[in-house]
């Protein structure tokens, strides 16, 4: 639904007097002083790691007009525009094999990644489907299998148990794969089962850690849940992140969903920082669901605020 760590070719401080040994012992005291005048007390401290830069994507659900009538040129623009990572929705399941190999070289060529799919039931329900959803994943590269929405009729607690229990069943059948199960919330999920635990709390609680708890922002915040305590609450599990703003208003008023990234009511520097620190996010997926601009003007508009933003932390 991504990334590179770079190494020193310094020696070092053991290896260095190791080189020194072979030297004559006054080159080497010229040496040592030599290092400790121009790097100070501090010569021998390692240096702060680089910060990880963790790569910007899009659900192409935000631009879905645009896919349907073609997803060459999509794809092209989206990575044009500067998205690096890609997730799939639901129609990718109809692909053949040998079209979804197209559209991965379509990926490469264009220095693009999926990392996620969204997915129904079936694709975490054991048998031919899943079986499908495991084949299309991998030649996509795709590393979550996301389940879209929630199940439906699951009735009370233990009805929400069982449904966890299918979560740890995908989860363990993917593993061997090089794959995870994933579920992505919507504001349903915020309310409380039974008058008791909220449906994200029960679906943390009964799967286990590898399970993907894809945090779709928006959602919950209309919910009036809190995004922050939610990822501090379940470290290492927010390992992707719909990037999708709310404010409270009609759509007429292009309130709702409609507004673009961070013009909404969303804390994203208080969020993003618990994401990066905490939550384990690889990777973050713009979402908007639509505006009074087009799909790629509005894909193209919220990345370069999120740019901005970025420049600024």
Same mark, same amino acid.
């Given at each position: %639904?991504?990334?590179?760590?770079?190494?020193?070719?310094?020696?070092?401080?053991?290896?260095?007097?190791?080189?020194? +040994?072979?030297?004559?012992?006054?080159?080497? !005291?010229?040496?040592?002083? *030599?290092?400790?005048?121009?790097?100070?007390? @501090?010569?021998?401290?390692?240096?702060?790691?680089?910060?990880?830069?963790?790569?910007?994507?899009?659900?192409?659900? +935000?631009?879905?007009? /645009?896919?349907?009538?073609?997803?060459?040129?999509?794809?092209?623009?989206?990575?044009?525009?500067?998205?690096? !990572?890609?997730?799939?929705?639901?129609?990718?399941?109809?692909?053949?094999?040998?079209?979804?190999?197209?559209?991965?070289?379509?990926? &490469? &060529?264009?220095?693009?990644?999926?990392?996620?799919?969204?997915?129904?039931?079936?694709?975490?329900?054991? @048998? =031919?489907?899943? &079986?499908?959803?495991?084949?299309?994943?991998?030649?996509?590269?795709?590393?979550?299998? !996301?389940?879209?929405?929630?199940?439906?009729?699951?009735?009370?607690?233990?009805?929400?148990?069982?449904?966890?229990?299918?979560?740890?069943?995908?989860?363990?059948?993917?593993?061997?794969? *090089?794959?995870?199960?994933?579920?992505?919330?919507?504001?349903?999920?915020?309310?409380?089962?039974?008058?008791?635990?909220?449906? %994200? &709390?029960?679906?943390?609680?009964?799967?286990?850690? =590898?399970f993907v708890l894809q945090l779709d922002v928006g959602t919950c915040v209309q919910a009036g849940a809190d995004p922050v305590a939610w990822i501090k609450?379940?470290? *290492?599990?927010?390992?992707s992140v719909h990037l999708k703003d709310w404010a409270p208003g009609a759509k007429e008023q292009e309130k709702a969903y409609r507004v673009l990234f961070?013009?909404?009511?969303?804390?994203?520097?208080?969020?993003?920082?618990?994401?990066?620190?905490?939550?384990?996010?690889?990777?973050?997926? %713009?979402?908007?669901?639509?505006?009074?601009?087009? /799909?790629? =003007?509005?894909? /193209?508009?919220?990345?370069?605020?999120?740019?901005? %933003?970025?420049? @600024?932390?």
């Amino acid at each position: %639904m991504h990334q590179k760590n770079s190494t020193s070719s310094s020696p070092s401080r053991r290896q260095f007097f190791a080189l020194s +040994a072979a030297v004559p012992a006054a080159l080497a !005291v010229h040496t040592l002083k *030599g290092r400790a005048f121009a790097a100070g007390a @501090g010569a021998d401290a390692p240096a702060p790691p680089a910060k990880k830069k963790i790569p910007i994507g899009i659900e192409l659900y +935000a631009v879905r007009g /645009e896919l349907q009538k073609d997803l060459p040129k999509t794809l092209q623009t989206v990575a044009k525009i500067g998205y690096e !990572v890609v997730e799939f929705y639901s129609p990718y399941f109809g692909w053949k094999f040998p079209y979804a190999k197209e559209v991965r070289t379509m990926m &490469d &060529d264009l220095g693009l990644r999926c990392y996620s799919t969204h997915n129904g039931l079936g694709s975490l329900t054991a @048998g =031919e489907t899943m &079986d499908r959803a495991i084949e299309l994943n991998q030649i996509l590269g795709s590393r979550i299998i !996301v389940l879209a929405s929630p199940p439906r009729g699951v009735v009370g607690l233990e009805g929400w148990k069982k449904v966890c229990e299918q979560f740890t069943a995908a989860s363990e059948r993917f593993a061997p794969h *090089g794959l995870a199960a994933g579920f992505h919330n919507h504001a349903s999920e915020w309310a409380k089962v039974d008058g008791e635990l909220r449906i %994200m &709390d029960v679906i943390a609680a009964h799967t286990p850690r =590898e399970f993907v708890l894809q945090l779709d922002v928006g959602t919950c915040v209309q919910a009036g849940a809190d995004p922050v305590a939610w990822i501090k609450a379940n470290p *290492g599990r927010i390992r992707s992140v719909h990037l999708k703003d709310w404010a409270p208003g009609a759509k007429e008023q292009e309130k709702a969903y409609r507004v673009l990234f961070m013009e909404g009511v969303t804390p994203w520097k208080e969020l993003i920082a618990a994401a990066e620190s905490v939550g384990g996010v690889e990777f973050y997926l %713009m979402e908007q669901e639509g505006s009074r601009y087009s /799909e790629f =003007e509005t894909a /193209e508009r919220c990345l370069a605020t999120w740019k901005a %933003m970025r420049r @600024g932390v």
